[in-house]
Every structure is written in structure tokens, then in C-alpha cells.
């Protein structure tokens, strides 16, 4: 070897260039790893599938031509009475119906395991010496989560959708005020209810994301988040504890119907998104805080 | 000549350390390391399980913080600009940990997008070219987790190899493999230290370290023993001036008076400290007189020489204790 090779060993700042463009590419490979798990897709199957059984059930017992449960608001989640009457109900019924437990219980599997499992394989070790960086790849996580939450969010209004169309009439909607409106126009509501439960558990995406940079057990971290979830659900209940409610993640979760209204009842609706943004915020800085001084030894 | 930066400062290293130190509430992984791993070098960094190389070579990647000290890679301090350094290294810590659910070249276009400094449009071709390197190419289609312990190993040095490197980190590389594993890991260090890529390889098997490694440190309990070029090292441990005579009384005390110390008389054999061994540097005329000094005091010399010591043999001297080759 010559001399001169030997002595150059300064890293030059020239040849090899962080580019942001390129930065993405980390992005892309985690949605590709993350949606292509069978575990990621058992998840959303079972998602699929609680529309499906909602639909058939309400099918069966309204074959007879009885009303479902003597109408009202008597039993089972928002909206069910109306399904009957209208396919698009179901979407409504599918979103109230999954978003109290299955589904931040599948985006708190996904967030749970997105730093802890890497390091419970070993291989956060070699993402880091990549070297992805530390806020890079909590921000690709954080990011995955998000658009899981998405995409799960709107697999069950997809399946909910379709089923309601197969089961049952599609038309105009009547909202909740007693208003009409067209079906496109109760379509565009679908989207934007569905766009709203998403964004209702990005506060369980951010704590799941936090809880994940405490331990080096995928599992571990997926069922401390689950747990926190039905704990604060089971807190929700008590009303002893009412002064403290407004601060669940929970807590604003079924506001979504307020969408439902003519006009659009706004105040829950802002609140909820509201306390998902300082949920965010919280774990969100405590989870890069945590993350960025960890000592990695797995 | 050594080039010379600015300051004046020597930046022939590559890797160097001073007074690096982890603890571990109260116990001290790594204590006091100062260690410097010259620019092109094998450098073998050896010691038993437990001695604080995996911490070490964890400091220096960037995966945990020293608790004191100061450390730099590639002439740039760690971790302070270690996403720098590190597209410049391939590293290998502590096994290979891989995605079980993925193909073997999956893995590598996964490690490889996580490098922001990577061309994603020569990813492909850049982990082909990896995987036929370490000769995966034909179970690259094949998931992760079929892999055996060797395929899985090469995979992790194919996730090392898929830029071209400065410094690659080696830790444990042949850990688990079977000996024709070992050789085929071994010729591919070899090959790459000689394309002028620096290796650093942390290694408990001596022999390892002695086939491959122009320089070695020694560690023990989290402390550096010794570091130098392997072949200053074994000599460092003083190879025994052996006498083969029949005559052994009479070459034991004109040995004596020549200045040999430490004499062992055996059946048939006079084995010593040859003269100035404490500075490691034996002149050759020295012993051709110890030799003519025998003879003319007629003693009958059948054999003579200094048995060149091992590594080992230097580990032992250096650290009072048997080498445990564990596992």
C-alpha cells in the first residue's frame, strides 16, 4: 500500500454525503418490513373482520323484518339502529365498535415492538452503526406507526363499506340532527370520520413508542402498552375520577360522531385532536430524550 | 515518514483511544484503555470473554457512551461525529443479527437504506456484489431464518462489506463456525487488509490472532495488557535460550557466568533467560558467543537454540494466568 493511503485516514467530508432524499429510503424499507410481517397483516385481518361480523349479524336478526333491538340507543355501538336502513351506517358502526379496543390494541403492537423488538433481534445495533442515527430512526417509527394507523383505520371503513353495500340499500344519509344529506356527501363524512379515528390514536402510537425505548423486550413493551390502554379505559369509567378524565387519551375518543351532526359539533372533536397533539409532544420528547443518551448493548 | 496534520499531531491511526472508560455501577467494563490501531493494520484485540473488548468496540460505534475518556475513529472524535465516521465502517458486533422474515438480500437492502450516505440506485448491485463476496449468492433468495450459524455470519460480513470500507470492525467473525468457516472467514480478512482496508478484530483465540493480525492488544479485566505488532509481542515474552548437552553441570555454570539467569537443569537439557532478553532484543553475536564460550569450556553441545515464544506464551507472561479458551 502506498504511503499516502496509509496516512490518509481523516474521514474527508467530500465523497460521501448525507442526502435527504436519500434519508427517505430508511422510510420506504420500514413500511415495506413493517406491512409485509405476518403478524402486521393477521392484525389487519382481524380489523377486516369485525365489520364483516357486524354486518352479518345485523343481517340475521333483521331478516325477519324486525327492527334491531327495538331501536334507539339501547344496545350495541353508535349508529347500528341504521344500518338496516343504510349500507354506509356500517362504516360508523365498524369505526365505534373497533376504536375503544382492537384498534389501538393492533397500533399498540405496532408501536410497542418498533424500537424494542429491533433491539430484542440485535438489529438496532446495526441500523445505528449504519448509520441510520438515533432521532432518524425514532422518526421512522413514529412515522410507520402513524400510517399504520392509517391504513388500519381505514381497512376496517373499506370492509365496512363493502359489506354494507353487499347487505344492505345504499342512499341518502339522515344525520343525527334529523338533517338529510346526499350519499356522496355522507361518503365524504365516512372519509372524514375514518380520518379522525386515526388520528385519535396517535396518542397511543406515541406512548407505544416511548414504552418502547425503555426495554429490549418486543413483547414486553407491546403488552405494557395494551395494558395502559385497558387500564385508562377501565379508569375512564370511574367517576370518581372525573376531574382527571379530560386527560385520557381515551377520553374523546367516540366525538367522532359529532360529524355526524348538521352542523358539525366541533368543541369535542378539537379537544380530542388537541390532547392527541400534547400526547404526541409529551411521549414523543420523552421518547427521543430517552433514546438518544440509551447506552445500546443488545 | 509519518505525515503530520496541523497541529502536529500524527493522524497514522485509525482508531485511537485515551483513558477511555466505561463503568457499570460499580464494576469497570473498560478501564483506562489508550489504544491505537495504526492505519492499515490487522489489528487483533484479544482477550478472554468478559475482558471489555465488546464494551470497547461498542464505545467506538457510537452504541454507548464512555463513562470517561476520549476516543476517535477514522481521525474524528466518537461519539461526538460518529454518523461521520461510521459510513466508513463495516462492523460485525457481536454476531450477526438479522431479520428472520426476510431473504438474505432483503436484509442487506435494509441495512443498507438505513445509511443515508447510500446511492439507493446502486443498492442492489452493491449487495449483489456483497453477497457473491462472502458467497451467499446462491441462498440469497432464501429467508433469513433457514440460515445456518456460518451463512448467517458471512451475511452480517456482507452487510459490512456493502460499501467500500476503511475500517471494519470484526467482532468475534469466526465465533460458532466450524474450522473450514473459520479458513474461508479468515482468507476473506486476509484479502480485504489487502486492498489496504484496516481490520480491527476482536478475537479470545490466540491462534486466530496469530494467523491473521499484524498487530494485537492484550486485554484483561477492562484493562490494556500490552499492544504492538504481533511479532514484538511473542518476542516479548522472552523465548528460552535451550542447551542440549550431556554435559549439563558444567553448561549450567558457564552459562551462569555468561550472564544467563533463570537456569533449569533437566535431564538432558539447560534452559535459561538469555543475557539482555529484558529488552526484548536478543543480538545474534550474543549467542553465537554463548555458544563458542560452551565449547571452549568443553562442554558437548548436541542442540541449541531460543524457542521462539507464542503468543501464548507471551498472554501467560503478561497476565500470570492461563489463556481460557472458553467454549
Given amino acids: 500500500m502506498s504511503r499516502a493511503e496509509v496516512d490518509d485516514v ?26 409485509r410481517r405476518w403478524r402486521t397483516l393477521a392484525l389487519l385481518g382481524v380489523l377486516a373482520a369485525v365489520p364483516i361480523l357486524v354486518g352479518v349479524a345485523v343481517k340475521i336478526e ?25 349500507g354506509l351506517f356500517l362504516v360508523f358502526t365498524a369505526l365505534a365498535a373497533t376504536l375503544p379496543f382492537f384498534l389501538p ?136 375520577l372525573h376531574a382527571i378524565h379530560p386527560y385520557f387519551f381515551s377520553h374523546y375518543w367516540l366525538s367522532f360522531a359529532d360529524l355526524m351532526r348538521e352542523p358539525v359539533y366541533w368543541d369535542e372533536l378539537l379537544k380530542n385532536l388537541g390532547l392527541q397533539g400534547l400526547y404526541a409532544a409529551l411521549f414523543g420528547s420523552a421518547a427521543w430524550a430517552r433514546f438518544g443518551a440509551k447506552d445500546i448493548t443488545a | 515518514m509519518p505525515h503530520t496534520s496541523t497541529g502536529g499531531r500524527v493522524t497514522e491511526s485509525v482508531i485511537e483511544t485515551s483513558a477511555l472508560t466505561k ?14 490501531v495504526p492505519a492499515g493494520s490487522v489489528f487483533g484485540f484479544l482477550g478472554p470473554n468478559g475482558s471489555g473488548k465488546t464494551t470497547t468496540i461498542r464505545m467506538l460505534m457510537g452504541l454507548i457512551e464512555p463513562t470517561s475518556g476520549r476516543a476517535s475513529v477514522l481521525g474524528r472524535p466518537v461519539p461526538r461525529e460518529i454518523r461521520t465516521v461510521l459510513p466508513h465502517v463495516g462492523a460485525l458486533i457481536e454476531g450477526p443479527a438479522l431479520y428472520g422474515f426476510l431473504s438474505g438480500r432483503d436484509n442487506l437492502l435494509r441495512y443498507d437504506a438505513a445509511d443515508p450516505t447510500a446511492d439507493p440506485r446502486t443498492r442492489r448491485a452493491r449487495a449483489e456484489s456483497a453477497l457473491d463476496r462472502v458467497g451467499l449468492t446462491a441462498a440469497a433468495g432464501k429467508k433469513a431464518k433457514a440460515y445456518s450459524l456460518g451463512m ?3 451475511l452480517g460480513l456482507a452487510a459490512a462489506l456493502l460499501q467500500p470500507r476503511r475500517l471494519l470492525v470484526l467482532d468475534e467473525p469466526t465465533n460458532g463456525l466450524d474450522p473450514q468457516g473459520m479458513r474461508e472467514i479468515r482468507a476473506l480478512v486476509r484479502e480485504l487488509a ?54 549439563t553441570g558444567e553448561a549450567a555454570r558457564v552459562l551462569k557466568e555468561l550472564g544467563v539467569t533463570d537456569l533449569v537443569v533437566t535431564e538432558d537439557r539447560v534452559t535459561g533467560e538469555p ?49 481460557d479458551v472458553a467454549g
Fill in chain 1, 10 to 35: 481523516r474521514v474527508a467530508s467530500g465523497p460521501r454525503e448525507v442526502r435527504r432524499i436519500w434519508t427517505f429510503g430508511l422510510f420506504r424499507s420500514e413500511l415495506g418490513i413493517t406491512f
Fill in chain 2, 275 to 323: 543475557p539482555g532478553a529484558e529488552e526484548g532484543a536478543q543480538a545474534p553475536g550474543d549467542l553465537a558467543e554463548l555458544n563458542a564460550a560452551l565449547v571452549g569450556a568443553g562442554v558437548r553441545v548436541r542442540g541449541f537454540g531460543v524457542e521462539r515464544a507464542s503468543l501464548e506464551d507471551a498472554f501467560v507472561a503478561l497476565t500470570g494466568e492461563g489463556f
Fill in chain 1, 62 to 86: 333483521t331478516s325477519d323484518g324486525s327492527t334491531l333491538g327495538g331501536g334507539g340507543e339501547g344496545g350495541g355501538p353508535a349508529f347500528i339502529a341504521q344500518i338496516t336502513n343504510n
Fill in chain 1, 105 to 240: 390494541m393492533a397500533v399498540g403492537v405496532v408501536a410497542g415492538d418498533s424500537i424494542a423488538g429491533e433491539s430484542s433481534a440485535g438489529t438496532l445495533r446495526y441500523l445505528l452503526v449504519a448509520p441510520a442515527g438515533r432521532t432518524r430512526l425514532l422518526l421512522v417509527k413514529y412515522a410507520t406507526t402513524m400510517t399504520f394507523c392509517l391504513v388500519a383505520t381505514l381497512v376496517v371503513a373499506l370492509s365496512a363499506l363493502t359489506v354494507g353495500a353487499l347487505l344492505f340499500p345504499l342512499g341518502e344519509v339522515t344525520t343525527i340532527s334529523g338533517t338529510r344529506i346526499g350519499f356522496g356527501e355522507g361518503l365524504l363524512r365516512a372519509l372524514l370520520i375514518a380520518l379522525v379515528v386515526a388520528a385519535s390514536l396517535i396518542g397511543v402510537a406515541a406512548l407505544g413508542l416511548f414504552v418502547s425505548t425503555l426495554t429490549s423486550s418486543g413483547i414486553a413493551a407491546m403488552a405494557t402498552t395494551v395494558g395502559l390502554l385497558i387500564t385508562i379505559q377501565i379508569l375512564d369509567q370511574i367517576p370518581q
Fill in chain 2, 152 to 154: 448467517k455470519q458471512r
Fill in chain 2, 23 to 36: 463503568r457499570y455501577g460499580k464494576q469497570l467494563a473498560v478501564d483506562q484503555l489508550s489504544l491505537t
Fill in chain 2, 194 to 247: 489487502s486492498e489496504g482496508t484496516t481490520v480491527f478484530l476482536s478475537s479470545h483465540l490466540l491462534d486466530e490472532i496469530e494467523q491473521v493480525c499484524t498487530h494485537a492488544a492484550v486485554m484483561a479485566q477492562g484493562r490494556l495488557i500490552t499492544q504492538g505488532p504481533v511479532a514484538e509481542l511473542a518476542a516479548g515474552a522472552r523465548g528460552r535460550l535451550t542447551v542440549t548437552t550431556p554435559d
